[in-house]
T-cell receptor, first 117, second 113 residues
Framework: AQSVTQLGSHVSVSEGALVLLRCNYS??????LFWYVQYPNQGLQLLLK??????LVKGINGFEAEFKKSETSFHLTKPSAHMSDAAEYFC???????????????FGKGTKLSVKP | NAGVTQTPKFQVLKTGQSMTLQCAQD?????MSWYRQDPGMGLRLIHY???????DQGEVPNGYNVSRSTTEDFPLRLLSAAPSQTSVYFC????????????FGSGTRLTVV
């Protein structure tokens, strides 16, 4: 069964500092990987995704993530944090469907990012 | 385009009452799903549908029913509400269930007293 582990339920950085949010997954087959962001009292918005091809993927708002198969990781980074980045971030994994699997998204428990002025 | 529309945004129920959470999308997406979000638990899949007339259970289906009579609508029914169902509920849809990324509604915050 697939699972997603996000290290750190709460991460705090200073404005202008590097943002690093960690995500590790377990999957028996190469998965599809996603990062979503949730601002207070809102739904989830897709930040970026990895399906095939280049392992470094760029998303909205200056975020990027790198798929590392050997480490089963998909960490989210941003070189310089902005106050508007304060939100909760969710990593999610999906298998590729077929063989009885429906390819549903499995989410991690989330990491709340705080940005200090 | 409205995207995914959920109604109501807030609801308070008494234990044992029933209600239906509505979800509609206007993107002609085949795949739709319901998640619940609880503090520290992330999002957990309740039910999903891969097309009209086809539904299946997710990770936490007990106490919830769904049906999918049209491509656009995917209502979630609570038959007899319990305090454990106090949560924020999100509906999501996607063109393809696997690699396309989901579009989420803005959520329904449900409190059962």
């Amino acid at each position: 069964a697939q699972s997603v582990t996000q290290l750190g339920s709460h991460v705090s950085v200073s404005e202008g500092a590097l943002v690093l949010l960690r995500c590790n997954y377990s999957s028996s087959v190469p998965p599809y990987l996603f990062w979503y962001v949730q601002y207070p009292n809102q739904g989830l918005q897709l930040l970026l995704k990895y399906t095939t091809g280049a392992t470094l993927v760029k998303g909205i708002n200056g975020f990027e993530a790198e798929f590392k198969k050997s480490e089963t990781s998909f960490h989210l980074t941003k070189p310089s944090a902005h106050m508007s980045d304060a939100a909760e971030y969710f990593c999610a994994v999906s298998d590729r469907g077929g063989g009885g699997s429906q390819g549903n998204l499995i989410f991690g428990k989330g990491t709340k990012l705080s940005v200090k002025p | 385009n409205a995207g995914v529309t959920q109604t109501p945004k807030f609801q308070v129920l008494k234990t044992g009452q029933s209600m239906t959470l509505q979800c509609a999308q206007d993107m002609n997406h085949e795949y739709m799903s319901w998640y619940r979000q609880d503090p520290g638990m992330g999002l957990r899949l309740i039910h999903y549908s891969v097309g009209a007339g086809i539904t299946d259970q997710g990770e936490v289906p007990n106490g919830y029913n769904v049906s999918r009579s049209t491509t656009e609508d995917f209502p979630l029914r609570l038959l007899s509400a319990a305090p454990s169902q106090t949560s924020v509920y999100f509906c999501a849809s996607s063109y393809s269930f696997s690699n396309y990324g989901y579009t989420f509604g803005s959520g329904t915050r449900l409190t059962v007293v």
